[in-house]
Protein backbone atom coordinates (compact mmCIF):
# COMPACT_ATOMS: atom_id res chain seq x y z
CA UNK A 1 0.00 0.00 0.00
CA UNK A 2 1.29 3.21 -1.00
CA UNK A 3 1.59 5.97 1.43
CA UNK A 4 -0.35 8.98 1.06
CA UNK A 5 1.51 12.39 0.66
CA UNK A 6 2.28 15.01 2.90
CA UNK A 7 3.61 18.38 1.52
CA UNK A 8 5.77 20.76 3.89
CA UNK A 9 8.21 20.05 6.48
CA UNK A 10 7.32 19.55 10.71
CA UNK A 11 10.68 21.94 11.36
CA UNK A 12 9.97 24.89 13.27
CA UNK A 13 7.07 23.67 14.79
CA UNK A 14 6.42 24.04 18.55
CA UNK A 15 4.97 21.53 20.82
CA UNK A 16 3.57 23.26 24.33
CA UNK A 17 1.46 22.55 26.88
CA UNK A 18 -1.08 24.86 26.94
CA UNK A 19 -4.81 24.80 25.09
CA UNK A 20 -4.18 26.28 21.86
CA UNK A 21 -5.74 26.09 18.28
CA UNK A 22 -3.05 24.03 15.75
CA UNK A 23 -2.69 24.99 12.17
CA UNK A 24 -3.49 22.20 10.01
CA UNK A 25 -0.42 19.76 9.37
CA UNK A 26 -0.61 17.93 5.94
CA UNK A 27 0.74 14.54 6.06
CA UNK A 28 3.37 12.29 3.89
CA UNK A 29 4.66 9.27 4.43
CA UNK A 30 8.04 10.03 3.16
CA UNK A 31 9.51 12.87 5.77
CA UNK A 32 10.26 16.33 4.85
CA UNK A 33 10.08 17.43 1.85
CA UNK A 34 8.06 14.35 0.45
CA UNK A 35 5.79 16.27 -1.96
CA UNK A 36 8.59 18.15 -3.59
CA UNK A 37 10.42 14.96 -4.20
CA UNK A 38 7.16 12.72 -5.24
CA UNK A 39 6.25 16.05 -7.48
CA UNK A 40 9.43 16.05 -9.21
CA UNK A 41 9.26 11.80 -9.58
CA UNK A 42 6.04 12.25 -11.17
CA UNK A 43 6.72 14.97 -13.73
CA UNK A 44 10.01 12.96 -14.92
CA UNK A 45 8.40 9.63 -15.23
CA UNK A 46 4.80 11.18 -16.99
CA UNK A 47 4.37 11.61 -20.66
CA UNK A 48 2.61 15.17 -21.57
CA UNK A 49 -1.06 14.21 -21.79
CA UNK A 50 -0.98 10.59 -20.25
CA UNK A 51 -3.65 11.67 -17.34
CA UNK A 52 -3.91 7.89 -16.53
CA UNK A 53 -0.02 7.50 -15.87
CA UNK A 54 -0.60 10.87 -13.73
CA UNK A 55 -3.96 10.09 -11.76
CA UNK A 56 -2.17 6.49 -10.56
CA UNK A 57 1.12 7.86 -9.70
CA UNK A 58 -0.42 11.30 -7.55
CA UNK A 59 -0.31 10.20 -4.13
CA UNK A 60 -3.23 11.04 -1.89
CA UNK A 61 -2.70 15.00 0.10
CA UNK A 62 -4.47 14.95 3.58
CA UNK A 63 -4.49 17.36 6.15
CA UNK A 64 -5.25 17.07 9.78
CA UNK A 65 -5.82 19.26 13.04
CA UNK A 66 -4.60 19.27 15.39
CA UNK A 67 -1.24 18.90 13.69
CA UNK A 68 0.71 15.61 14.00
CA UNK A 69 2.24 15.36 17.63
CA UNK A 70 0.96 17.98 19.22
CA UNK A 71 0.20 18.24 22.63
CA UNK A 72 -1.59 20.41 25.16
CA UNK A 73 -4.85 20.77 22.70
CA UNK A 74 -8.33 22.06 24.22
CA UNK A 75 -10.37 18.92 25.55
CA UNK A 76 -13.46 19.29 23.34
CA UNK A 77 -11.53 20.90 20.07
CA UNK A 78 -13.36 19.59 16.94
CA UNK A 79 -10.62 16.99 14.90
CA UNK A 80 -10.62 17.54 10.85
CA UNK A 81 -9.47 15.56 8.42
CA UNK A 82 -9.36 16.33 4.91
CA UNK A 83 -8.40 14.81 1.53
CA UNK A 84 -6.96 17.82 -1.09
CA UNK A 85 -7.22 14.89 -4.08
CA UNK A 86 -8.93 11.98 -4.01
CA UNK A 87 -11.55 11.31 -1.25
CA UNK A 88 -11.80 9.56 2.29
CA UNK A 89 -13.34 5.76 3.09
CA UNK A 90 -12.27 6.31 6.72
CA UNK A 91 -11.55 8.06 9.31
CA UNK A 92 -10.81 6.44 12.66
CA UNK A 93 -9.77 8.47 15.98
CA UNK A 94 -9.00 6.32 19.36
CA UNK A 95 -7.59 7.20 22.79
CA UNK A 96 -4.96 4.96 24.42
CA UNK A 97 -8.45 2.77 25.42
CA UNK A 98 -9.62 2.01 22.17
CA UNK A 99 -12.39 4.63 22.65
CA UNK A 100 -13.40 6.16 19.59
CA UNK A 101 -14.15 9.55 19.11
CA UNK A 102 -17.33 9.76 16.17
CA UNK A 103 -17.10 11.91 13.20
CA UNK A 104 -18.71 12.53 9.65
CA UNK A 105 -17.45 12.45 5.89
CA UNK A 106 -19.15 15.00 4.13
CA UNK A 107 -21.23 14.88 0.99
CA UNK A 108 -18.01 15.26 -1.16
CA UNK A 109 -15.90 12.93 0.37
CA UNK A 110 -13.25 15.11 1.41
CA UNK A 111 -13.83 16.40 4.47
CA UNK A 112 -14.36 14.30 8.00
CA UNK A 113 -15.70 16.27 10.89
CA UNK A 114 -15.59 14.95 14.45
CA UNK A 115 -18.83 15.05 16.00
CA UNK A 116 -18.18 14.31 19.49
CA UNK A 117 -15.65 15.56 21.71
CA UNK A 118 -12.18 14.76 22.83
CA UNK A 119 -12.01 14.54 26.90
CA UNK A 120 -8.92 16.12 28.78
CA UNK A 121 -5.17 13.91 29.52
CA UNK A 122 -5.95 11.39 26.76
CA UNK A 123 -3.55 10.59 23.57
CA UNK A 124 -5.00 10.40 19.89
CA UNK A 125 -4.63 8.58 17.19
CA UNK A 126 -5.59 9.68 14.08
CA UNK A 127 -5.64 6.85 11.10
CA UNK A 128 -7.39 8.35 7.49
CA UNK A 129 -7.77 5.47 4.93
CA UNK A 130 -8.16 7.53 1.33
CA UNK A 131 -9.37 6.60 -2.55
CA UNK A 132 -7.29 7.50 -5.31
CA UNK A 133 -9.00 8.95 -8.94
CA UNK A 134 -8.40 4.79 -10.32
CA UNK A 135 -9.42 3.51 -6.99
CA UNK A 136 -6.15 2.61 -5.34
CA UNK A 137 -6.37 2.91 -1.38
CA UNK A 138 -3.91 4.23 0.89
CA UNK A 139 -3.45 5.42 4.89
CA UNK A 140 -2.00 8.06 6.92
CA UNK A 141 -1.39 8.05 10.46
CA UNK A 142 -1.15 11.29 13.04
CA UNK A 143 -1.05 12.13 16.76
CA UNK A 144 -2.17 14.36 19.64
CA UNK A 145 -2.81 14.71 23.19
CA UNK A 146 -5.20 16.56 25.04
CA UNK A 147 -4.88 19.13 27.66
CA UNK A 148 -5.15 17.44 31.15
CA UNK A 149 -7.57 18.66 33.56
CA UNK A 150 -6.75 20.64 36.58
CA UNK A 151 -9.96 19.41 38.04
CA UNK A 152 -12.22 16.70 36.66
CA UNK A 153 -16.19 17.51 37.68
CA UNK A 154 -18.51 14.49 37.66
CA UNK A 155 -22.43 14.39 38.15
CA UNK A 156 -24.77 12.13 40.19
CA UNK A 157 -27.75 11.18 38.29
CA UNK A 158 -31.22 10.96 39.57
CA UNK A 159 -32.76 8.88 38.81
CA UNK A 160 -29.02 6.93 38.42
CA UNK A 161 -30.47 4.41 35.35
CA UNK A 162 -33.49 1.94 35.25
CA UNK A 163 -36.42 1.33 37.21
CA UNK A 164 -40.19 2.61 37.33
CA UNK A 165 -40.75 5.87 39.18
CA UNK A 166 -43.66 7.96 40.24
CA UNK A 167 -45.26 10.51 38.07
CA UNK A 168 -43.54 13.57 39.80
CA UNK A 169 -39.99 12.46 39.49
CA UNK A 170 -37.73 14.85 37.91
CA UNK A 171 -34.51 14.17 35.74
CA UNK A 172 -32.02 15.72 37.88
CA UNK A 173 -28.03 16.30 37.53
CA UNK A 174 -26.05 17.43 40.36
CA UNK A 175 -22.67 18.27 39.77
CA UNK A 176 -19.27 17.67 42.47
CA UNK A 177 -17.85 20.76 41.78
CA UNK A 178 -19.49 24.63 40.75
CA UNK A 179 -20.63 25.27 36.94
CA UNK A 180 -19.83 28.74 35.59
CA UNK A 181 -20.94 28.19 32.13
CA UNK A 182 -24.63 26.96 32.79
CA UNK A 183 -25.80 27.62 29.65
CA UNK A 184 -23.07 25.20 27.62
CA UNK A 185 -23.65 22.75 29.77
CA UNK A 186 -27.84 22.52 29.47
CA UNK A 187 -27.07 22.73 25.91
CA UNK A 188 -25.50 19.31 26.18
CA UNK A 189 -27.95 17.58 28.40
CA UNK A 190 -30.97 16.26 26.67
CA UNK A 191 -34.42 14.59 27.28
CA UNK A 192 -35.93 12.26 24.86
CA UNK A 193 -39.51 10.74 26.32
CA UNK A 194 -41.94 8.21 24.57
CA UNK A 195 -44.69 9.64 24.58
CA UNK A 196 -43.20 13.35 24.06
CA UNK A 197 -43.46 15.32 26.93
CA UNK A 198 -43.65 18.94 27.18
CA UNK A 199 -40.80 20.04 30.11
CA UNK A 200 -37.78 22.45 31.34
CA UNK A 201 -34.40 22.11 32.91
CA UNK A 202 -33.81 24.58 35.42
CA UNK A 203 -30.97 25.53 37.64
CA UNK A 204 -30.94 25.26 41.75
CA UNK A 205 -28.74 24.70 44.45
CA UNK A 206 -29.40 20.77 46.25
CA UNK A 207 -29.46 21.41 49.95
CA UNK A 208 -25.54 20.15 49.94
CA UNK A 209 -24.89 23.73 48.75
CA UNK A 210 -24.14 21.58 45.26
CA UNK A 211 -24.83 23.32 41.70
CA UNK A 212 -27.93 20.91 40.38
CA UNK A 213 -30.29 20.89 37.44
CA UNK A 214 -33.61 19.23 37.17
CA UNK A 215 -36.07 18.68 34.18
CA UNK A 216 -39.44 18.54 34.92
CA UNK A 217 -42.82 18.24 32.73
CA UNK A 218 -45.39 20.87 32.54
CA UNK A 219 -47.66 18.41 34.53
CA UNK A 220 -46.79 14.77 35.99
CA UNK A 221 -45.65 12.55 33.60
CA UNK A 222 -48.41 10.32 32.21
CA UNK A 223 -48.03 6.74 33.44
CA UNK A 224 -46.20 4.70 31.23
CA UNK A 225 -43.85 7.00 30.30
CA UNK A 226 -40.10 6.25 29.06
CA UNK A 227 -37.72 8.47 29.69
CA UNK A 228 -34.34 8.79 28.51
CA UNK A 229 -31.42 11.65 29.57
CA UNK A 230 -28.22 11.75 27.11
CA UNK A 231 -25.41 14.07 29.24
CA UNK A 232 -22.95 14.60 26.50
CA UNK A 233 -20.89 15.84 28.88
CA UNK A 234 -17.20 14.91 27.74
CA UNK A 235 -14.73 17.22 26.77
CA UNK A 236 -17.35 20.33 28.47
CA UNK A 237 -15.40 22.87 30.27
CA UNK A 238 -17.44 23.54 33.72
CA UNK A 239 -14.69 26.00 35.38
CA UNK A 240 -11.63 27.16 34.76
CA UNK A 241 -9.39 23.39 34.52
CA UNK A 242 -12.18 21.90 35.16
CA UNK A 243 -13.54 19.57 32.39
CA UNK A 244 -16.36 16.32 32.10
CA UNK A 245 -14.40 13.51 31.23
CA UNK A 246 -17.10 11.37 30.06
CA UNK A 247 -20.80 11.27 28.73
CA UNK A 248 -23.43 9.98 31.13
CA UNK A 249 -26.78 8.40 30.37
CA UNK A 250 -30.44 7.61 32.17
CA UNK A 251 -33.52 5.59 31.30
CA UNK A 252 -36.44 4.65 33.59
CA UNK A 253 -39.95 4.58 33.14
CA UNK A 254 -42.99 5.69 34.40
CA UNK A 255 -45.29 4.11 36.83
CA UNK A 256 -48.36 4.28 38.25
CA UNK A 257 -50.30 7.48 38.07
CA UNK A 258 -50.43 8.14 41.73
CA UNK A 259 -50.57 10.81 44.03
CA UNK A 260 -50.28 11.39 47.61
CA UNK A 261 -52.75 13.92 49.38
CA UNK A 262 -52.94 15.15 52.79
CA UNK A 263 -55.37 16.84 54.41
CA UNK A 264 -54.00 18.39 57.83
CA UNK A 265 -56.94 19.77 59.08
CA UNK A 266 -58.84 16.61 58.71
CA UNK A 267 -55.49 14.98 59.85
CA UNK A 268 -56.34 12.61 56.77
CA UNK A 269 -54.21 11.47 54.04
CA UNK A 270 -55.61 10.05 50.92
CA UNK A 271 -53.82 7.85 48.15
CA UNK A 272 -55.15 8.49 45.03
CA UNK A 273 -54.61 6.29 41.61
CA UNK A 274 -55.47 7.53 38.28
CA UNK A 275 -57.85 9.75 39.90
CA UNK A 276 -59.66 7.04 42.34
CA UNK A 277 -59.46 7.02 45.54
CA UNK A 278 -57.32 3.59 47.13
CA UNK A 279 -57.35 4.44 50.71
CA UNK A 280 -57.17 7.01 52.92
CA UNK A 281 -55.52 6.78 56.26
CA UNK A 282 -55.59 8.35 59.97
CA UNK A 283 -52.15 10.84 60.42
CA UNK A 284 -51.08 12.97 62.90
CA UNK A 285 -49.26 15.97 61.51
CA UNK A 286 -46.84 18.62 62.14
CA UNK A 287 -48.11 20.59 65.50
CA UNK A 288 -49.02 24.21 65.57
CA UNK A 289 -45.32 24.78 66.85
CA UNK A 290 -43.71 23.23 63.89
CA UNK A 291 -46.43 22.52 61.21
CA UNK A 292 -45.69 19.87 57.97
CA UNK A 293 -44.15 21.72 55.25
CA UNK A 294 -46.91 23.01 52.61
CA UNK A 295 -47.64 22.54 48.71
CA UNK A 296 -46.50 19.83 46.95
CA UNK A 297 -43.27 17.73 47.44
CA UNK A 298 -41.85 14.42 46.07
CA UNK A 299 -41.60 10.93 47.86
CA UNK A 300 -37.14 10.87 47.67
CA UNK A 301 -36.60 7.19 49.24
CA UNK A 302 -37.94 4.60 52.07
CA UNK A 303 -36.66 2.96 54.76
CA UNK A 304 -37.94 -0.38 56.17
CA UNK A 305 -36.34 0.74 59.56
CA UNK A 306 -34.57 3.87 60.16
CA UNK A 307 -33.38 5.95 63.69
CA UNK A 308 -35.31 9.44 63.83
CA UNK A 309 -32.68 11.99 65.40
CA UNK A 310 -33.83 15.31 65.93
CA UNK A 311 -30.54 16.66 65.86
CA UNK A 312 -30.24 15.98 62.36
CA UNK A 313 -33.14 18.39 61.13
CA UNK A 314 -32.12 21.15 63.86
CA UNK A 315 -34.52 20.56 66.28
CA UNK A 316 -31.20 19.74 68.95
CA UNK A 317 -32.40 16.82 71.61
CA UNK A 318 -36.11 16.98 70.70
CA UNK A 319 -36.09 13.18 70.41
CA UNK A 320 -34.21 10.54 69.20
CA UNK A 321 -36.50 7.57 68.08
CA UNK A 322 -33.87 4.46 67.35
CA UNK A 323 -35.12 1.96 65.23
CA UNK A 324 -38.51 3.63 63.87
CA UNK A 325 -40.17 0.84 61.07
CA UNK A 326 -41.96 1.95 57.78
CA UNK A 327 -40.17 5.58 56.59
CA UNK A 328 -41.20 7.49 53.38
CA UNK A 329 -39.02 10.83 53.13
CA UNK A 330 -40.48 13.37 50.89
CA UNK A 331 -38.26 16.35 51.84
CA UNK A 332 -34.01 16.34 52.85
CA UNK A 333 -34.45 18.66 55.27
CA UNK A 334 -36.32 15.86 57.40
CA UNK A 335 -39.89 15.87 57.02
CA UNK A 336 -41.20 11.74 56.68
CA UNK A 337 -44.46 10.04 56.59
CA UNK A 338 -43.76 7.00 59.39
CA UNK A 339 -45.38 4.84 61.77
CA UNK A 340 -45.82 6.50 65.31
CA UNK A 341 -46.45 3.74 67.87
CA UNK A 342 -46.24 6.07 70.51
CA UNK A 343 -48.25 8.63 69.45
CA UNK A 344 -50.94 6.59 68.48
CA UNK A 345 -53.71 8.68 71.01
CA UNK A 346 -53.50 11.32 69.00
CA UNK A 347 -53.67 9.77 64.99
CA UNK A 348 -56.08 11.15 63.31
CA UNK A 349 -57.49 13.01 66.66
CA UNK A 350 -54.57 15.86 66.85
CA UNK A 351 -51.00 17.13 65.09
CA UNK A 352 -48.51 16.60 66.88
CA UNK A 353 -45.39 15.70 65.19
CA UNK A 354 -42.66 18.23 64.48
CA UNK A 355 -43.43 18.21 60.92
CA UNK A 356 -43.26 14.91 60.07
CA UNK A 357 -46.83 12.48 59.23
CA UNK A 358 -47.16 9.85 61.47
CA UNK A 359 -49.82 6.88 61.54
CA UNK A 360 -50.22 3.51 62.71
CA UNK A 361 -47.75 0.85 62.00
CA UNK A 362 -50.21 -1.17 60.09
CA UNK A 363 -51.16 1.68 58.07
CA UNK A 364 -47.21 2.37 57.63
CA UNK A 365 -46.56 -0.56 56.50
CA UNK A 366 -49.19 -0.83 53.86
CA UNK A 367 -48.32 2.94 52.95
CA UNK A 368 -44.81 1.92 52.61
CA UNK A 369 -45.49 -0.76 50.54
CA UNK A 370 -47.64 1.14 48.55
CA UNK A 371 -46.04 4.18 47.34
CA UNK A 372 -42.59 4.20 45.43
CA UNK A 373 -40.26 6.78 45.13
CA UNK A 374 -41.55 9.31 42.52
CA UNK A 375 -44.60 9.85 43.92
CA UNK A 376 -46.10 13.33 44.39
CA UNK A 377 -47.00 14.37 47.68
CA UNK A 378 -49.76 17.27 47.90
CA UNK A 379 -49.62 18.84 51.71
CA UNK A 380 -53.05 20.81 51.66
CA UNK A 381 -54.01 23.14 54.63
CA UNK A 382 -51.01 23.36 56.66
CA UNK A 383 -50.40 26.84 58.26
CA UNK A 384 -46.61 26.60 56.95
CA UNK A 385 -47.29 28.66 54.01
CA UNK A 386 -43.05 28.84 53.24
CA UNK A 387 -42.14 27.84 50.21
CA UNK A 388 -39.90 24.88 49.79
CA UNK A 389 -36.70 25.16 47.75
CA UNK A 390 -36.33 23.13 44.73
CA UNK A 391 -33.05 21.87 45.96
CA UNK A 392 -34.95 20.83 49.48
CA UNK A 393 -35.57 16.85 47.98
CA UNK A 394 -37.87 17.91 44.47
CA UNK A 395 -39.38 21.31 45.42
CA UNK A 396 -39.49 22.42 42.41
CA UNK A 397 -43.16 20.94 41.84
CA UNK A 398 -44.05 24.18 44.53
CA UNK A 399 -43.23 26.63 41.47
CA UNK A 400 -45.54 27.06 38.47
CA UNK A 401 -44.34 25.88 35.04
CA UNK A 402 -43.78 29.18 34.05
CA UNK A 403 -41.30 29.80 37.38
CA UNK A 404 -39.52 26.72 36.46
CA UNK A 405 -38.82 27.55 33.12
CA UNK A 406 -37.68 30.96 34.32
CA UNK A 407 -34.60 28.86 35.84
CA UNK A 408 -33.15 27.64 32.42
CA UNK A 409 -29.57 28.77 31.77
CA UNK A 410 -31.17 29.03 28.40
CA UNK A 411 -34.24 30.69 28.82
CA UNK A 412 -34.93 34.18 26.59
Known amino acids: ?48 GDADNEAKDTPARVTVDPVDGTQGVAPGKPVTVTADSGTLTSVRVVDAQNRAIEGTIGADGRTWTSTTRTVPGAAYTVTAITKGKKGAENSATTKFGTLKADTVNKVTLRPANGGTFGVGQPVSVMFDYAVKDKAEVERNLKVTTTPNVEGSWGWTKDISGKDRVDWRPR ?70 EFPTRGGTHVILNKNAKETLDSTTVGLGDSYNLPDVPWVVHFTSSGTFFHSAAWNTANIGVANTSHGCVGMTVPDAEWFFNRVEVGDPVVVKGSTNTETTEPGNGFGNWQMSYDQWKAKSALAS
Open 1 to 48: MRKPLISGSRKGIRVVALPLVAAAVVLTGCGSGGADKAAKSDAAQAKP
Open 219 to 288: EFWPGGTKVTLNANLGGVASGPGTYFARDYESTFTVGTNRVVEVDVPKKRLTIMEDGVAVKTIKVSAGSS
